[in-house]
């Protein structure tokens, strides 16, 4: 009895420990800059937007499709330095495979890098090529911002 008993609590201790599954659908790693990364299934949004107002959740829910737009775009935040970012994707996503998305919580900290995201994908949508809403952001952003992440050139 006292066996049984034992396994069952060593049972219930892993499960917590493994969060009751095995598919670790939710890992989070606690950068030294203060940014939280959050691997999640891929169109799954991390759980740290939770807590998050619904505008912002409705942001990184659509940049996350948005990857050959953003990497276009450079962020004036001064994430480049802070951050190791070269773009305006990496302040939402670090990387992103079919299977999984490894989330940024950058994003949710920094009004510029939501109002970059969220221009550019207007622009896009309201039929502008990269390379114009590119030129849009350099020239709104080239005064009294952050240096911009080191963001290469759209192609023609």
């Known amino acids: 009895m006292k066996f049984r008993f034992l396994a069952i609590v060593g049972i219930l201790i892993v499960s917590v420990m493994t969060g ?4 670790e659908s939710h890992i989070q790693e606690h950068l030294s ?3 939280i990364r959050e691997t999640t299934a891929s169109n799954e949004l991390p759980t740290f ?3 998050k107002h619904d505008t912002v959740q409705a942001i990184y829910s659509k940049v996350e499709s948005e990857e ?5 775009i450079p962020c004036y935040c001064g994430c480049g330095d802070t951050a190791g970012h070269m773009n305006n994707y990496d302040c939402f996503v ?4 079919a299977e999984r998305t490894t989330w940024d919580d950058h994003g949710t900290k920094c009004g510029v890098c939501l109002d970059i995201a969220v221009k550019a994908i207007e622009m896009k949508e309201n039929g502008k090529s990269v390379k114009d ?3 849009f952001i350099d020239e709104t952003y080239k ?3 952050g240096k911009p992440t080191p963001t290469p050139l759209p192609e023609a």
């Open 133 to 135: 809403i590119r030129a």
């Open 20 to 23: 009751c599954n095995n598919n």
């Open 33 to 35: 800059n203060g940014d």
């Open 68 to 72: 050959d737009l953003l990497q276009h």
């Open 49 to 51: 937007l939770e807590d």
């Open 94 to 97: 670090h990387d992103k495979t």
């Open 143 to 145: 005064v009294g911002y």
